[in-house]
T-cell receptor
Framework: DGGITQSPKYLFRKEGQNVTLSCEQNLNHDAMYWYRQDPGQGLRLIYYSQIVNDFQKGDIAEGYSVSREKKESFPLTVTSAQKNPTAFYLC???????????????FGDGTRLSIL | QQQVKQSPQSLIVQKGGISIINCAYENTAFDYFPWYQQFPGKGPALLIAIRPDVSEKKEGRFTISFNKSAKQFSLHIMDSQPGDSATYFCAARARGNQGGKLIFGQGTELSVKP
């Protein structure tokens, strides 16, 4: 089945530690996105990538980093600079620009990050 | 300012009733308005979407009403069922830019009582 796989489902971080969240898609989508979800705040965009080897900051990029070395993969690193990392992290993908029409974003089932 | 305001924050409806969730925006450069449904522990899934040149779109029990002049759009769930209990997000996409970047509302937690 085509879809987006996020791993792990649950992740714990110690103080001063960097952690990396995995996101893999087999939908052949060009664009990929990372969102953070907190109760009562909806989804806020952290980073997005329209094409391999290119990415842009979203609204809350501070304390996070990404890479896009392969079309199907868009890992997110939560660095020690992110002082309040406890949240539900969602990865999404879409066909991207140039495909035509209105192409929805498809989401993975998220990773819940907690601080030890 | 790119912002989408969603209300109410939570909603309780009896089985068979109509659930109504409202969203408002300020940026007139939005060109696509999707609604997502999210169950606990899962990612959001696209429910229904509308373009600003259409005033209403219906898919089964779900209807989007769009008022371009008022910059408002709403989701109506007819004959609400307990299985509809979930969190619903409206969203808006800025026209022709930034790779399909979406701005999300704050979410509405819907509970349908049997």
């Amino acid at each position: 089945d085509g879809g987006i796989t996020q791993s792990p489902k649950y992740l714990f971080r110690k103080e001063g530690q960097n952690v990396t969240l995995s996101c893999e898609q087999n939908l052949n989508h060009d664009a990929m996105y990372w969102y953070r979800q907190d109760p009562g705040q909806g989804l806020r965009l952290i980073y997005y990538s329209q094409i391999v080897n290119d990415f842009q900051k979203g609204d809350i990029a501070e304390g996070y980093s990404v890479s896009r070395e392969k079309k199907e993969s868009f890992p997110l690193t939560v660095t020690s600079a992110q002082k309040n990392p406890t949240a539900f992290y969602l990865c999404a993908s879409s066909p991207g620009q140039g495909v035509g029409g209105y192409q929805p974003q498809h989401f993975g089932d998220g990773t819940r990050l907690s601080i030890l | 300012q790119q912002q989408v305001k969603q209300s109410p924050q939570s909603l309780i409806v009896q089985k068979g009733g109509i659930s109504i969730i409202n969203c408002a925006y300020e940026n007139t450069a939005f060109d696509y308005f999707p609604w997502y449904q999210q169950f606990p522990g899962k990612g959001p899934a696209l429910l229904i979407a509308i373009r600003p040149d259409v005033s209403e779109k219906k898919e089964g029990r779900f209807t989007i009403s769009f008022n371009k002049s008022a910059k408002q759009f709403s989701l109506h769930i007819m004959d609400s069922q307990p299985g509809d209990s979930a969190t619903y997000f409206c969203a808006a996409r800025a026209r022709g830019n930034q790779g399909g970047k979406l701005i999300f509302g704050q979410g509405t937690e819907l509970s349908v009582k049997p």
